[in-house]
């Protein structure tokens, strides 16, 4: 069940796009954002899934979820 | 017993070994050490010694990616590493000669026929005007076509993420180019000398 503050306030795609780009898309969008708020980021990358949980580990950004789908990976990020 | 006053106190009135007294600041030296650790921002120097379109990928995905990660990052741009500060980098190649490593394969056309591995002899590479401009070419369109940034993206990120470059004037003045061949946003124009001292308090040094 979704509570009202994991709605993602920003949607960001990267789908078509290669390492490292997802990562740098990601971290400039988060830059953008409020703290506490949600980024919802999809990407096509494979690498992604390891890459994303390393980014989020080293700069304190929250990883909700991390989930595929086809081949497709979906991200949930509360900002730090 | 992690508390300063407390085992002073308890020193005072006698009532700490000399074992217990080591177990205490052992402890708390880990403690502090950890700490530490979790407070500092990692840091990377890079040397970037290649020119040619393949190699300029390597410095610019980590450099960007490490700044992506909150790392505070330098690269020192020197040879042929050089020019990939340059102002304009359309003239940049790759080749397939001495290179037997490198994948001749198609960008376009159905799949069976990408990934046909071209065999391309040396002799005939390295004889044929422009085959290195079609390599470069081809390279350039495949990346395109896989989602990779392109090498001017990426310099672009590492500017606007905080990246420093550091220029080798040496290189400068041994290849004949002048300052205003390069980029405006070089950090220094300077030596081995200046850079070392940064590259010894890195966590992490590649020589590329």
Known sequence: MAIAQDIPARELDTIGLNCPLPIL???????????????????SDAGSLKDMEAFCAQTGHGLLSSQQ???????????? | ????????????AGNVSKAEFDKWFDERFEYN?????????????????KGTLDWAYPPFILASTAAALGWKVSIFFTFYGLLLLKKDLSDM???????????????FGPDWFKNINWPVPNAVAGN????????????????????????????????????????????VDVFGFTQDDFIDDISSWCGA???????????VTLFI
Do not use: W
């Not at chain 1, 969008?29 to 999809?42: D, P, R």
């Not at chain 2, 050490?33 to 010694?49: D, R, V, Y």
């Open chain 1, 25 to 43: 898309k990601t971290k400039k969008e988060l830059k953008s954002m409020e703290t506490g708020t949600v980024l919802k980021m999809i990407s």
């Open chain 2, 33 to 49: 050490m950890k700490k530490m650790a979790e407070n500092k921002t990692p840091s990377m120097s890079l040397i970037a010694t």
């Open chain 2, 128 to 171: 044929i005007p422009g085959f290195e401009n079609m390599a470069s070419g081809l390279m350039k369109e495949t990346f395109k076509s896989k989602g990779v940034a392109s090498i001017e993206e990426l310099r672009e990120i590492s500017i606007d993420e905080g990246v420093e470059l550091h220029a080798c004037q040496m290189t």
């Open chain 1, 69 to 80: 789908e086809g081949n497709s990976y979906i991200f949930h990020i509360r900002k730090n």
């Open chain 2, 93 to 107: 190649k790759v080749t397939p000669v001495g290179n037997p490593a490198m994948p001749m394969k198609m960008p």
């Open chain 2, 1 to 12: 017993m992690n508390d300063l006053n407390e085992i002073m106190a308890a020193g005072q």
């Open chain 2, 193 to 203: 000398t200046s850079f070392l001292p940064t590259a010894g308090k890195s966590d």
